[in-house]
C-alpha cells in the first residue's frame, strides 16, 4: 500500500516583508569585505532555524530581492521543501518614494551623513567592494577629495557637496526602480505569490498623527490579517498583538 504524505502540512511557515528602500547601511559588516547572496543565504538558514525552535513568528524584513530569490530558490538551501512562504510586498508610488528619499538624505546630511563616511574614507579605496560600494560612499569620493584643497572656500564646498547629494538621490532613485523590477519579475517568472499591499496615500499625510492613524489602517491592519490567515492552520497557537 501505497502512503502519500503532504509535506504542506509540516512545513514551517516564514514571513517575508518586501518591498523598495531609500539606502541600506551596516555596522555588522567589515568595510572591505563583500557580503554576498551566498552569505545571506547561510547566516538566514541558521538564524531561521534558531528562531523558529523558540516557537515565535518569524518575520524576514528587507535585504536585496536577488539575495532573498536565491534563499527561497537555490535547491542547495531546501526553503521550498521546508518552510511554507508568505510574501508581503509594501509599494509606494514612485513619485512618492521619490520625495521620501530626498526628504531622508537631506535629514542624514544634517545626522552627519559627511562625517560617518568621512570615517570610511580612503582615496585609493575600491569602491566595487564591501560597504564602499553602498550608495552615499562613492558619490562623496570628490567631496572629500577636494574639502581640504579648498579651505575656507564655503561656496565652492557647497557647491560640490550638493553635486554629491543630488547624485545620491540619483542613484537611490535608480535603485528603487531595479528593486521594483525585481519584485515584478519574481512575480511574473518565478510565479511568487505575493501580497500586494499600496501604501501611497499612507505617506501623503502632513500630520505625523495622521500618518500613524492611515499607516494602521492601510498597511498594519492588511498585513495582520494576512498573516493571521497564513498561521491559522499552524501547528502552534500564536497571538499576534500590535502596540
Known sequence: MNTFINNEEFKKKVIFIMGATGTGKSREIEPNSDFTAEDFCLQAVIYIEKILKTQRVLIIVGGPNSYIEKLVEDPV????????????????????????????FDQMVKAGLVDEVRQIFIPDADYTKGIRRSIGVPEMDRYLREET??????????????YSISSIKRNTRMLICNQLAKIQQLISEKMWSVHHIIATDVFKEDKEEDLDEAWTNTVLQPCLDIVKIFLKNDHHNIIIECT
Open 149 to 162: 584643497n579648498i579651505d575656507g572656500d564655503d561656496e565652492s564646498k557647497k557647491m560640490i557637496l550638493q
Open 77 to 104: 538551501f531546501m526553503f521550498k521543501y521546508k518552510y511554507d512562504s508568505c510574501f508581503i510586498w509594501i509599494d509606494v508610488e514612485q513619485s512618492v518614494l521619490n520625495r521620501r528619499v530626498d526628504m531622508r
